[in-house]
């Protein structure tokens, strides 16, 4: 992250508190100091008749394990500074806030992008949303929020919407999504199915090589980012890695080539290397420039080389 970004963070948490000391004077403790990413929860009176039940919890850094145990290395991997949830209720329902501060942007669009289900109806708040049965998603600036029900159903899922609006409302600034993405061919791609990837557990997530980090990716000098696509009732995943130079990821590709080969079967299409498994799904690399290109679970040879055939050209730096 420059600079730039995390002024960019800082300013809109300094410009919230600024605003609450005038709106909501409700929001703060009875020392009368702000207490920061409490200032973004809907306060009772905006939300009526849901009121917070019981006090907001905060967990910083390492403490996160106590909230999600598991699932905190990947928060930890795209960069977590802290989070906080509040319970609210209406007398008969209870729904959870959760809203994650991240150190940057880029981290909040990843962990959005790496959970999120591009096959679920897209929500339009903050910079985008997903709206589940049970659940909200959205990220906006430095933060990935989401809202959580207790039942399924359209009061639920209205309710659930309502407070991710009050909470973007609170936000007010969007971002743009990480440069990554943008190196994505475009043809073909399923709407929101862009994921970005700043370490192996993020990529293991979705492409599940080994235990290790064998891609070393870091999310610093190397970074990736995942598309789905779809094209006459084909389909196939594609990954891109971007390193510091092109032995760098022909050294990766080299290395992808030997693993698919020592579980896949091996063959040739138009002069391509594809390996195909057990399941009849087709796996290709290349290296292009400092950019690694792989195919996997592919659903034809055809499908295949089309999506190889759109990274012949080396992507803008």
């Known amino acids: ?11 809109i948490l300094l410009i919230t508190t600024f605003l609450n000391i005038i709106a909501s004077p409700s929001l703060y403790g009875t020392s009368g100091i702000p207490k920061s990413l409490e200032l973004l929860l809907p306060s009772n009176f905006e939300i009526s008749p849901w009121e ?16 999600i ?45 790496l959970q999120r289900d591009y096959k679920m109806p897209a929500l339009n708040v903050g910079n985008e949303g997903t709206q589940y049965d049970y659940h909200v998603a959205f990220w906006q600036s430095c933060y990935y929020i989401v809202t959580i029900g207790q039942k ?25 999504g990480p440069k990554m993405l943008t190196h994505l061919p475009v043809n073909g791609l399923v709407p929101r199915s862009k994921v970005y990837v700043k370490g192996p557990l993020g990529l293991n997530s979705h492409f599940y090589l080994t235990h290790e980090n064998v891609l070393e990716i870091d999310g610093i000098r190397t970074e990736g980012v995942l598309g789905a ?3 006459n009732g084909e ?35 138009d002069g391509i290397l594809v390996f195909k498994n057990n399941k009849g799904r087709y796996y290709s690399a290349k290296a292009t420039g ?5 195919i996997f679970e592919a659903s034809s040879l055809k499908m295949t080389d089309e999506i190889l055939k759109q990274t012949s050209r080396p992507a803008p730096d």
């Open 290 to 294: 400092h950019f690694l290109y792989v």
């Open 229 to 231: 696509y779809q094209s």
């Open 235 to 269: 389909e196939a995943r594609l990954l891109i890695i971007r390193y510091a130079n092109s032995q760098k990821a022909e050294e990766k590709k080299q290395l992808l080539l030997n693993i698919f080969s020592s579980k896949y079967n091996r063959q040739i299409f």
């Open 1 to 11: 992250m420059n600079k730039q970004t995390g002024y960019k963070c800082m300013f």
């Open 69 to 113: 145990d598991g699932g905190a290395v990947l928060f930890f991997e795209y960069g977590f500074k802290r989070i906080i949830t509040q319970e609210y209720s209406d007398g008969e329902e209870l729904l959870t806030v959760d809203i994650y501060e991240m150190n940057d942007p880029e981290a909040a669009f990843g962990i959005y992008s």
């Open 152 to 176: 399924a159903g359209k009061r639920t899922k209205m309710v659930l919407s309502q407070f991710a609006e009050n909470i973007s409302k609170r936000i007010g600034n969007t971002s743009e």
């Open 52 to 67: 917070k039940k019981g006090p907001a919890r905060i967990y910083e850094k390492e403490q996160l394990y106590e909230y």
